[in-house]
């Protein structure tokens, strides 16, 4: 009788262990799907932000050797 009993402990702690692991296993996979999300709307940002620079006219300010010396020099 105590071998059924022990057996009987074994496959319980077995199940108790499973059913963490799956708990665990879901909430992983939920955190990789967020960060997937997240990843993927950074990324469309990004192409946007690229456009949007890419598109954008050039300062009105002259660049450094096109500036007249201040009149000091």
């Known amino acids: 009788m105590k071998e059924l009993e022990r057996l009987q402990k074994?496959?319980?702690?077995?199940?108790?262990?499973?059913a963490f692991q799956e708990h665990t296993i879901e909430e992983?996979?939920?955190?990789?799907?967020e960060q997937q999300?997240?990843?993927m709307r950074m990324n469309t940002q990004i192409a946007f932000l690229v456009t949007k620079?890419?598109?954008?006219?050039?300062?009105?300010i002259a660049s450094m050797n096109e500036e007249t010396p201040p009149p000091h020099y």
């Open 28 to 33: 992983l996979n939920d955190a990789v799907t």
């Open 10 to 18: 074994q496959v319980e702690d077995l199940e108790i262990k499973q």
């Open 53 to 60: 620079l890419k598109a954008m006219e050039p300062a009105n």
């Open 37 to 39: 999300n997240a990843i």
